[in-house]
């Protein structure tokens, strides 16, 4: 079994930084990047031509999902929201204009050539406030409860762990955190057998969960509030759709207790790229020496 998750994580890698290397390329030609996906039931035809215009067109050619999660899961300024997946970016761009400048968005991918693809495209948006981490969904490379929303745009259908996948969503999500995702899901009647006969793994159809199924796994991680709304047909009995959930806010730790994790021996945001003391008159350096914290670096 491991052997065939490792397998199938690889030819996903492999789809995806092939359409990379696509846009990076076409970005060089006298006509700029042509788009990868052209099935109207994909990519950047889901997105609202502003929402495209103000973008940069290798972001926009990059555009792989069978929704747009920054439109339902109704971002708000200051918050901070991580992209599972993020591709060539553009959600995390999208996500870091909504939610401005006092708000971070962050993109998760495993793929090499999508993180340079998508680094190159928030230089060129100028975007400021968003930052690209290298790693797979099934183990999110950030601290526990420090995430106000997790959205995703046709990529959980991807992993072959999604019990994984939304354990490590809800890790990271703060207490009264939720997602807001856009997927592949199939009529419960539907076998995984028969998903598999309507497209391939890659292609986003054979890996994806049945409604059941994808409530079974959010709730069995903790999520409460469990909606799953069918947007478009994708494939006979398969369906884009919109999950959103919500992660209790007594989950774990009560709310005193997880502003007190947030703000980590004196420094919010500790360990990451955001750390900064709770007190001005203070250096992060000093606040962790004093409390005693075993992440000075």
Request: aromatic letters at 4%.
């Amino acid at each position: 079994m491991r052997e065939q998750s490792t397998d199938l994580r690889e030819t996903v890698r492999q789809r995806y930084a092939a359409a990379a290397v696509k846009v990076t390329e076409g970005g060089t030609a006298c006509c700029g990047p042509q788009p990868v996906e052209v099935d109207e039931n994909f990519g950047s035809t889901l997105y609202a031509a502003d929402e495209r215009d103000a973008l940069p067109a290798e972001a926009v050619a990059a555009s792989l999902g069978c929704g747009n999660p920054t439109a339902v899961a109704e971002l708000r300024e200051g918050e901070r929201v991580l992209d599972l997946g993020s591709g060539g970016g553009i959600d995390v761009l999208l996500s870091a204009r909504r939610v401005g400048p006092s708000g971070k968005a962050y993109g998760l991918d495993m793929t090499d050539e999508m993180l340079a693809l998508a680094l190159a495209n928030a230089e060129r948006a100028g975007a400021t406030n968003v930052e690209f981490l290298k790693g797979t969904i099934e183990a999110v490379p950030l601290p526990a409860g420090t995430i106000d929303v997790v959205i995703s745009n046709c990529v959980i259908n991807l992993s072959p762990d999604k019990a994984a996948v939304f354990a490590e969503t809800f890790r990271v999500l703060r207490p009264g955190g939720r997602i807001g995702v856009s997927d592949v899901v199939a009529d419960d009647s539907l076998t995984c057998e028969q998903r598999a006969e309507r497209g391939d793994y890659a292609g986003c159809i054979a890996g994806a969960l049945s409604f059941a199924e994808y409530r079974a796994g959010l709730e069995g991680a903790g999520f409460t509030g469990v909606e799953i709304t069918p947007t478009h047909p994708v494939a006979d009995g398969m369906h884009s759709a919109v999950v959103r959930a919500v992660k209790p806010s007594g989950s774990e730790e009560s709310d005193d207790s997880a502003t007190r994790a947030h703000a980590c021996c004196g420094v919010t945001d500790c360990c990451t790229s955001d750390e900064r003391t709770a007190d001005p008159s203070t250096t992060v350096a000093q606040a962790k020496a004093a409390s005693g914290c075993g992440c000075r670096h």
